[in-house]
């Protein structure tokens, strides 16, 4: 995998503003007021602004809890964590230019992007445990993909639909 593949500029534009989206989408399913991603502590950050360890080969994002020092924990107990959304550039770049199953940046980064903040939302809110095993973690990533399948569906958006296809090996097998 060729990790010097990185967003260009319309690229990153597309990522700021799936990530907004995604985050109005993921708010109102859950029934949170949007102030939910401004006040809680995360963040999404692209290969160019990653660490070794935060970059994988196989994967489209790397989701990876930082506990923030002290001087920057406020009195909510929840901002003790930082989440931090890893994009792999180079991966995502790698579907959406190679493959010819149609999948396109912008409907991609809009699941992916929701995904993740399904996963967040879960684990801040719902008290999903983060550090689980593997087995209860198949579990987890399922049902986070099913959610973001149901997020996701009532869009009724072509290039949304796409992704959705290529994703359902990966949900409760209910929901197709
Ligand atoms: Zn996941």
């Not at 109102?28 to 990653?50: C, M, V």
């Not at 489209?60 to 809890?65: D, E, I, S, T, Y």
């Not at 099913?146 to 992704?163: A, N």
Request: aromatic share 10%; charged share 25%.
């Amino acid at each position: 995998m060729n990790r010097s593949v990185r967003f260009d500029q319309s690229g990153l534009i597309t990522v700021n503003r799936t990530a907004k989206h995604a985050e109005d989408l993921s708010c109102r399913y859950f029934g949170l007021k949007n102030t939910f991603t401004k006040h809680q502590a995360y963040e999404y950050r692209t290969l160019s602004d990653l660490k070794d360890h935060e970059i994988i080969d196989h994967g489209f994002a790397h989701l990876v809890k930082y506990r923030l020092k002290p001087h920057k924990i406020s009195s909510n107990p929840l901002f003790h964590d930082l989440y931090s959304i890893c994009f792999q550039d180079h991966c995502i770049l790698d579907v959406v230019m190679n493959r010819q199953d149609g999948i396109q940046l912008k409907p991609l980064m809009l699941y992916v992007m929701t995904h993740e903040l399904v996963h967040i939302i879960r684990f801040s809110k719902f008290n999903q445990d983060f550090d689980v095993l593997s087995s209860m973690r198949e579990k987890e990533e399922k049902k986070v993909h099913t959610i973001t399948y149901e997020i996701l569906r009532q869009l009724g958006d072509p290039g949304i639909d796409c992704v959705l296809d290529h994703y359902s090996p990966f949900r409760n097998p209910s929901i197709q």
